[in-house]
């Protein structure tokens, strides 16, 4: 098991208990079958090479027939300077010397660390340093130009100048921080509006334009922080952090009183659009960023707002393995769907120790997988069918990275088959000549000439971390929406919690010393004993919340506490007990 470093004590202990659960490959007992077995060894060797083949046929063909452009078309072996989902760019102004913003080259630069290819990363900084430019007449997606673009230079940034990766032939001088704050200082226009909600659209040349659009998401304006954040700590200018800190809170007070969020609202009246929720597209990196920054800056309000955001999502939608969207204001189920984008949710869970449901998830999602060879973008639930008009898969990360993450908390060798699967089908199915095409029709597998950045940037670097995480041996990172690898680090948390809820703590005693530990720092959820030692020991799920009194006994709900297996809050029956009384 990996050790608290001693010149990081500081560091909160529950905050360290989830990170170590998701990133640290040397958490969990090395005994199990596919530490030992060589025919897993064998696997793993082969799968990563194979994944590494994937990654570098999609990169070359991107430098060979797109660079310096966005990103790849690769059945017509051309470019786009679209920036995809960056979009849609009105281009109309730009001027005919614009060859874009090398978007697959800035998220292709941790994959390459992570894949050992210091050489080709140090080639790719220098260019970027030498070439790259924000003073371009461009509107681009705050959103999307923060966890791509700004978030691929300030991961780059720490990747250069760890000296685990040295630059060799040129010395480096923080150049891609320098290009990281220029474009963090084009997105504070942004946010000048009467709430701090930011507009979804900026010009990195003028700013706000005229007439902009008010309407934005939930993901839009709750899902900067960590980058944003990160690269406050880096450069010591507290206006990014502030700023993307200011339209977290502001959005987080406009929930409802069920804990949950609408999908689109209005950032200069603060008034929601559109209330049906889910934890879909829209508002799924929204959940993500809550957890992932308490563990990222330690600040126990990230941890307070995701814990209600996170039973409110158990309560009102889930149903069995499923989540269903729902009315933000009633808790009402509005449509029986799966996204794609939803396939996110397993790996969240197991940041807070529910391994039971997110591998209840998980299993639904690759059955769709399965059925369909891909994961369509979206699936109805009541019908078990794909949806008549988004029937595409563009290449999504999203099941790959809770495979990843389901993997290291459980070393269950069956989740390498699930890799295995994802793979096979991605040469099956979207390799081409010039790389990988996105699917226009998963019922047809019709390609689209459309290799988005994310797939080098997410979709083969979680394949490859499943195989090979040798990169993460000895270190702590928290991953971006976007995949970016961001370091935990114990200067960057600036009040240290102590713990999460007291209550979700049991004592664990060892012959040298009793240590605390819940689920956090547990592969299985819910209750188990703890060992086989103190086999009545228990480590408790994330989500509980214990009863007022040890006795169960109660005279109104809100003597009952919240249930530790499926998360849902525990009522007060006729004779006055607490418990599941009603099954919903």
Not at 36 to 52: I, N, Q, Y
Not at 378 to 391: A, C, K, N
Not at 412 to 430: A, K, R
């Amino acid at each position: 098991m990996m050790m608290l470093c001693s010149g990081d004590k500081n560091i909160g202990l529950a905050t360290w208990a989830i990170m170590f659960l998701l990133i640290s490959p040397t958490l969990f007992s090395t005994s199990s079958i596919s530490a030992l077995d060589p025919k897993w060894a064998a696997k793993k060797k082969r799968m990563s090479l194979k994944v590494r083949d994937m990654f570098y046929h999609a990169y070359d063909n991107y430098l060979t027939h797109a660079f310096p452009h966005d990103e790849l078309k690769p059945m017509s072996k051309s470019f786009t300077d679209s920036l995809g989902e960056l979009g849609n760019l009105k281009l109309e102004h730009l001027s005919k010397q614009y060859k874009g913003l090398a978007l697959t080259l800035i998220e292709s630069l941790s994959s390459l660390v992570i894949m050992g290819n210091i050489t080709e990363f140090e080639r790719a900084v220098n260019w970027l340093s030498d070439n790259l430019t924000f003073d371009v007449d461009v509107r681009v997606n705050l959103f999307e130009c923060n966890i791509r673009v700004l978030g691929g230079l300030v991961s780059a940034h720490i990747l250069a100048t760890d000296s685990t990766n040295r630059l060799g032939q040129r010395v480096y001088n923080n150049e891609l921080l320098s290009l990281a704050e220029d474009l963090g200082q084009r997105f504070l226009p942004a946010f000048n509006t009467p709430t701090g909600l930011p507009y979804a659209w900026v010009n990195l040349k003028y700013g706000v334009m005229e007439n902009e659009t008010a309407e934005t998401s939930t993901s839009g304006c709750g899902s900067l922080i960590l980058e944003m954040g990160a690269l406050s700590r880096l450069t010591g200018d507290r206006r990014y952090e502030i700023a993307a800190l200011r339209a977290l809170r502001k959005l987080w007070s406009m929930r409802s009183s069920l804990n949950l969020l609408g999908t689109t609202l209005d950032v200069e009246s603060g008034e929601w659009l559109e209330h049906s929720s889910g934890i879909g597209a829209g508002v799924d990196s929204f959940y993500e960023y809550l957890i992932k920054a308490h563990i990222l800056f330690g600040k126990d309000e990230f941890w307070m707002m995701f814990q209600s955001a996170y039973l409110g999502v158990q309560k009102y939608f889930r149903h069995g393995p499923w989540y269903h969207e729902a009315d933000m204001r009633t808790g009402m189920a509005t449509f029986w769907q799966l996204t794609s984008l939803q396939a996110f949710w397993p790996g969240v869970q197991v940041f807070v120790g529910d391994i039971a449901a997110a591998n209840s998830s998980h299993r639904e999602f690759f059955y769709v997988w399965e059925k369909f060879g891909v994961l369509p973008e979206r699936y109805l639930l009541e019908h078990r069918m794909v949806h008549p008009t988004e029937r595409y898969y563009p290449l999504r990360p999203e099941l790959a990275e809770s495979t990843f993450y389901l993997y290291q908390a459980t070393k269950d060798p069956w989740y390498m088959e699930v890799g295995e699967s994802i793979v096979n089908s991605l040469n099956q199915y979207t390799k081409v000549e010039g790389g990988f095409a996105s699917i226009r029709d998963v019922t047809t597998m019709q390609l689209e000439d459309h290799q988005h950045s994310f797939f080098l940037a997410e979709t083969c670097k979680y394949l490859y971390l499943l195989f090979d995480d040798s990169f993460l041996s000895g270190r702590n990172y928290v991953f971006t929406t976007e995949g970016h690898p961001l370091p935990v680090l114990s200067s960057w948390h600036e009040r240290l919690p102590q713990t999460y809820l007291p209550s979700n703590w049991t004592s664990s005693e060892s012959i040298h010393q009793a240590k605390r530990t819940s689920a956090m720092s547990s592969r299985i959820c819910p209750a188990i004993p703890l060992n086989s030692q103190h086999p009545n020991r228990q480590i408790e799920s994330a989500c509980h919340v214990l009863d007022a009194r040890e006795d169960h006994r109660c005279l109104t709900d809100e003597d009952c506490g919240v249930d530790g297996m499926s998360c849902r809050r525990r009522t007060c029956s006729i004779a006055g007990y607490c418990g599941l009384w009603l099954i919903i």
